[in-house]
């Protein structure tokens, strides 16, 4: 009974629900602050993507007649819940309290957002949101699999440091920082434009794009549903880059030196999501794709094999 | 072509021409009959190579008039074929669109708000008018009072 | 004044329809949406669908073609929401007035949907982006 209520703080109060949110805000304002700045103009004030969020709520709900209703009301709530988890677990193993194969877990949660997206749209009945899905689904075959390419670089790092049943822990791949070698750095740039993409910035914000099939993936969503995608968005923004600090770059650490290093780590993070966000155009889905496949392969190839030849000769720069 | 080269080459097609007039300096009407304006226009556009610009209706008093505008890019001379439609009570005139798949348009416009009926067009379907505008009422004729 | 009228005023996403305009007030609508003069501090925001939006930019006059799909997109739109007639054609038909094609003004056609509808109007042709802000401010202020 405790300690199904402790999980029920810790899920909806701190680390959870309210304390992301308030961070994922913040961040959401700053994206806006400096891409405004870097356009030579003032940006929105602070409170603004909280006072969206407020408006989107008092809005009513238009569901179109030939959306399938179950399935439209409640992609939104399944994307919301899964980044949710993603972010309380992210959180907790920087508490040091995970279990073996949560990083298995993570995984699996981070593909939640994109596939309610999806069937969010999917289940919008007009063409735009079908247009919008179809984009969204190559998008996802093209980025997902580097991503778990570049966490198995990472993975092989760790070996004769972690015993063969630990490496699949964040508490414990948190304790290395991976990129600072070769392979990891590569490993870490293509996680860093994998996140960019899972977070539906320019220039791979293919299925969102406002003016090419009129926002696409949310088309027919008004009112309070569109206000928990909206939700969504932002809890990303905290749960992907932090899920990069953790595995990447040595994760948050509970002394007060550790804390606010794993701060800082996160805000440099948000910082390049935010540059490479404000100087590059969308580009077209066949061009994602071939980017994700090729480049990205290509360059996780030759991580894998640095990070095996430096396992093999004992070199850890490599 | 430049201009010495097209005043030379024009009276090749008068036989079937009214006349030709000459307003300004660039600015060249042929006017003829209905019947003819397939044959002159088919003269301008694959012999002498002009650029078909646009097509004009309009109702004058005792007629219709279809003019349609060709352009010669290299020497800046407009010359029009000005057709006229002398039967008020069922206006037509066949098509240039075969010859040119460009008029298809603006030849379903001028059906659409003259009235002209154009024979050979593959596609005269209503264009500009609202959907429900009732049939056979023509905006721009002169005894239409709206 | 409750928490929604406040959040709708720190908060308005247009969304811009044009029901037969000559493009004039369409091209000035846009450069207000340029960094120039940066409507985002207000917290407004240009949508891609009708749906997400709190205000409608309607510039043109209403064509018999447009009034029928201006209806559509009004019931489309999550309400509350607010109706702004940019430009003289939009205000009252313009220099289209008695023409055939016409169905009526934009606030006929809106009113014809929902009697109560928010409709702000903004003449000239086309009216300045300044004189447009000026309409947005005064019409949220009065909501």
């Not at chain 1, 293509?190 to 003016?211: H, M, N, Y």
């Not at chain 1, 800082?264 to 590059?280: P, S």
């Not at chain 1, 794709?289 to 990070?307: D, E």
């Not at chain 2, 012999?47 to 008039?65: K, M, N, P």
Request: aromatic content about 8%; proline content about 5%.
């Amino acid at each position: 009974m405790m300690e199904a209520l402790t999980n029920l703080f810790w899920i909806l109060i701190f680390p959870g629900f309210v304390f992301t949110l308030a961070i994922g805000l913040v961040a959401s304002w700053l994206v806006r602050k400096v891409g405004a700045l870097v356009q030579y103009r003032v940006g929105p004030p602070v409170y603004q993507p909280a006072v969206d969020v407020m408006k989107l709520m008092g809005k009513e709900i238009l569901i179109p007649q030939e959306a399938q209703r179950a399935v439209f009301v409640t992609a939104p709530l399944v994307g919301l819940s899964g980044v949710l988890l993603l972010a309380t677990m992210l959180w907790l193993a920087g508490a040091q309290i995970g279990f073996v194969g949560d990083i298995i877990v993570a995984l699996y949660l981070m593909v939640l957002p994109s596939l309610a997206l999806i069937l969010g749209s999917s289940a919008s009945g007009s063409p735009h949101a079908a247009v919008g899905a179809a984009r969204e689904m190559k998008l996802v075959l093209s980025y997902e699999l580097p991503l778990v390419l570049a966490f198995v670089v990472v993975i092989i790092k760790t070996a004769g440091r972690l015993e063969p049943g630990e490496q699949l822990s964040l508490v414990a791949l948190s304790q290395q920082a991976p990129v600072m070698s070769i392979s990891g750095l590569l490993a870490f740039l293509v996680a860093l434009l994998c996140v960019q993409a899972k977070l539906g910035f320019v220039p791979f914000d293919i299925a969102e794009s406002e003016t090419e099939v009129a926002s696409g993936v949310m088309i027919e969503y008004s009112g309070a549903l569109l206000a928990v995608w909206k939700l969504m968005q932002t809890l990303m923004l905290v749960a992907l880059p932090l899920f990069l600090v953790v595995v990447f770059l040595g994760g948050i650490g509970t002394s007060l030196g550790g804390l606010l290093s794993g701060i800082g780590k996160y805000v440099l993070i948000v910082v390049l999501v935010i540059l490479i966000k404000n100087t590059n155009p969308r580009v077209r889905i066949d061009q994602a794709m071939r980017f994700f496949w090729f480049y990205c392969g290509g360059a996780l190839v030759a991580a894998v094999i640095l990070a095996t030849l430096g396992n093999y000769y004992g070199l850890a720069w490599l | 072509m430049i201009r010495e080269e097209l005043d030379r080459r024009l009276p090749e097609v008068e036989e079937k021409l009214i006349r030709i007039e000459r307003t300004a300096d660039n600015r060249i009407y042929l006017l003829c009959e209905a019947e003819q304006v397939y044959d002159v226009c088919a003269f301008l556009f694959d012999e002498l190579a002009l650029r078909f610009v646009i097509s004009t209706g309009l109702d004058a008093e005792h007629c219709f008039e279809v003019l349609h505008h060709f352009s010669d890019d290299e020497c800046g001379a407009v010359v029009t074929v000005k057709a006229f439609i002398r039967d008020r009570a069922a206006p037509e005139i066949e098509s240039i669109t075969p010859l040119i798949p460009g008029a298809e348009w603006i030849e379903r416009e001028m059906h659409d708000i003259l009235g002209i009926d154009f024979k050979n067009h593959p596609n005269l379907k209503r264009l500009v008018l609202a959907d429900d505008w009732p049939e056979g009422v023509y905006p721009l004729r002169k005894e239409v009072q709206l | 004044m409750n928490w929604k009228m406040w959040s709708l005023k720190k908060s308005v996403w247009v969304f811009h329809v044009n029901t037969g305009a000559c493009n004039n007030c369409d091209i000035e609508i846009v450069n207000l949406l340029t960094p120039k003069f940066d409507v985002e501090r207000f917290g407004i925001k240009l949508v891609g669908s009708p749906r997400h939006a709190d205000a409608l930019l309607v510039t043109g006059g209403g064509t018999r073609q447009a009034a029928i799909r201006l209806r559509e997109v009004y019931r489309q739109t999550a309400k509350p929401c607010v109706v702004f007639c940019m430009g003289a054609c939009a205000c009252g038909m313009g220099i289209f007035e008695g023409g055939y094609h016409m169905a009526g003004p934009i606030d006929e056609i809106v009113k014809e949907v929902d009697p109560n509808a928010i409709i702000a109007y903004v003449p000239g042709c086309p009216p300045k982006p300044e004189a447009m802000i000026s309409g947005v401010v005064k019409a949220l202020a009065a909501i």
